[in-house]
């Protein structure tokens, strides 16, 4: 139902700002679960085949880049441009859990052309979409706004400040993977990974409310604070063996967390509004 939501809205003329924001939060938040899924069909390295947990993360990683790189794009220009590479991810999404239903598992195991394997051949189709495809065209529509005088942040500070906080938060997510003591990503790469899908969708939302009210986004977001302690305890050794527990720990807080601002602004929106969420009804005015 992806991509006609919006379609459907205009038609029945309910289209409002809690539809974007629960349309594209919900986006920000189903990447990283997409992504989760599609490893764990093709399966984890075993030394022969597979998908090594480190590829998985700069995997994710880049995802999340394009997904913000977008929305960065609107904060500055107000024109959400959405490349056909997110309609072409889907379809290959859901060609790969097809072959796979298909044909089995195996298929993932077996070498496709000159020793690559099939996942090989994504991440690099990946990397090279993102680098000379999706990023430089949300530079040149910046550009092209600066051009036309239509951008909505004159200064250079104020149209980079929406990517400090997920910068900051892939800085210490990877210092967290590459220094801890305990391959922290290795022992838990589907927890690690959903705590990065979960911070991410969290970031992302903030820089959409603002795009959406018009109003500055905050310099740091709150939880890099308590991020950044968890992450110097564990790769100073200050946690030991107690690394995994914290970071169960920190991963339910953080899901509650993002899932009580969601339904939060979800009812104050559908308040200021005058409307219901799931529902074409107007509320009664007092």
């Given at each position: ?6 379609k ?12 974007e ?59 959400l ?9 889907q ?26 394997y099939?996942?090989?051949v ?36 104020e ?128």
């Amino acid at each position: 139902l992806d991509s006609i939501d919006g379609k459907h809205a205009r038609r029945t003329q309910s289209s409002t700002p809690l539809g974007e924001l629960f349309d594209h939060g919900l986006d920000s938040w189903a990447t990283s679960i997409f992504v989760l899924s599609f490893f764990s069909v093709c399966s984890r390295d075993n030394g022969k085949t597979g998908v090594s947990v480190y590829t998985m993360y700069i995997y994710l990683s880049i995802v999340l880049f394009n997904f913000m790189c977008s929305h960065w794009e609107k904060y500055n220009t107000g024109v959400l441009f959405l490349p056909w590479g997110y309609d072409i991810s889907q379809v290959v999404l859901i060609a790969a859990y097809l072959l796979t239903g298909t044909v089995g598992v195996e298929v993932w195991q077996k070498p496709l052309l000159f020793g690559y394997y099939i996942t090989d051949v994504m991440v690099i189709l990946l990397i090279g979409f993102s680098l000379f495809l999706s990023f430089p065209q949300t530079l040149y529509n910046i550009h092209r706004a600066h051009l036309k005088k239509t951008l909505k942040n004159d200064s250079l500070y104020e149209g980079l400040l929406p990517l400090v906080s997920p910068l900051l938060l892939f800085v210490l997510l990877t210092a967290w993977v590459v220094f801890s003591p305990s391959n922290i990503l290795a022992k838990q790469p589907r927890l690690f990974l959903w705590m990065v899908g979960v911070a991410f969708s969290n970031v992302i939302c903030k820089v959409i409310i603002c795009q959406m009210s018009s109003t500055r986004p905050e310099l740091f977001h709150w939880f890099l604070f308590p991020l950044a302690l968890v992450v110097y305890a564990a790769v100073s050794g200050l946690l030991g063996c107690m690394e995994e527990a914290v970071l169960g720990v920190f991963t339910a807080l953080l899901t509650a967390a993002h899932v009580h601002y969601g339904v939060c602004v979800g009812k104050q929106l559908s308040e200021y509004l005058n409307i219901y969420i799931f529902s074409l009804k107007k509320r009664v005015q007092e």
